[in-house]
T-cell receptor
């Protein structure tokens, strides 16, 4: 079946512009995660959606970052007034979101490489 | 705050060698631990997931062990092949209530298997 998809795969923008990154999770997965991977750094958690619960935004680095998940499926990560330090690969993952041995596995998309000039 | 460490950052071995990748974490209150593989320019692929109550998981040539009390996990790769060349990341999920389910990742070990 189809995995997690993300678009665009690459995005080059100018400092100060807003960008939107899209994630389509695996159908039926109620949990969705955004991560950021900067050069030489590990993956950094950004935000987590679980069903209709309030999202866990504890990883968002500043108020320029926001994310939505419409209809419990597609999610959009928005970065306003982009800065050069926002350059990174933004990864989205989804999981079934229920407890149990195999259902906690997170399945990752290919990522969006963002370059801020 | 949970910290996950993977040392060394890079490893180069000849084809056919059995090898062990290490992962350590500071807070033993984990729900599970997951090993991922990342190929250059790609997303992450889940390899093995070990629940906190388990000691190990196996998949093909891969075996992952977990010693929660000492804060350590190892990924054992048998009879390594050039196709195993990638970055291997471990990640832990905390025991929490509510909506928080974020993974804390190590920085990964970049493995190169020489033909």
């Amino acid at each position: 079946g189809a995995g997690v998809s993300q678009s665009p795969s690459n995005k080059v923008t100018e400092k100060g512009k807003d960008v939107e990154l899209r994630c389509d999770p695996i159908s039926g997965h109620t949990a969705l995660y955004w991560y950021r991977q900067s050069l030489g750094q590990g993956l950094e958690f950004l935000i987590y959606f679980q069903g209709n619960s309030a999202p866990d935004k504890s990883g968002l680095p500043s108020d320029r970052f926001s994310a939505e998940r419409t209809g419990g499926s597609v999610s959009t990560l928005t970065i306003q007034r982009t800065q050069q330090e926002d350059s990174a690969v933004y990864l989205c993952a989804s999981s079934l979101g229920t407890s149990g041995m195999s259902t906690d596995t997170q399945y990752f998309g290919p990522g969006t490489r963002l370059t801020v000039l | 705050k949970q910290e996950v460490t993977q040392i060394p950052a890079a490893l180069s071995v000849p084809e056919g060698e059995n090898l062990v990748l290490n992962c350590s974490f500071t807070d033993s209150a984990i729900y599970n631990l997951q090993w991922f593989r990342q190929d250059p320019g790609k997303g992450l692929t889940s390899l093995l997931l070990i629940q906190s109550s388990q000691r190990e998981q196996t998949s093909g040539r891969l075996n992952a062990s977990l010693d929660k009390s000492s804060g350590r996990s190892t990924l054992y790769i048998a009879a390594s092949q050039p196709g195993d060349s990638a970055t291997y990341l471990c990640a832990v999920r905390p025991i929490v209530t509510g909506a928080n389910s974020k993974l804390t990742f190590g920085k990964g070990i970049t493995l190169s298997v020489r033909p």
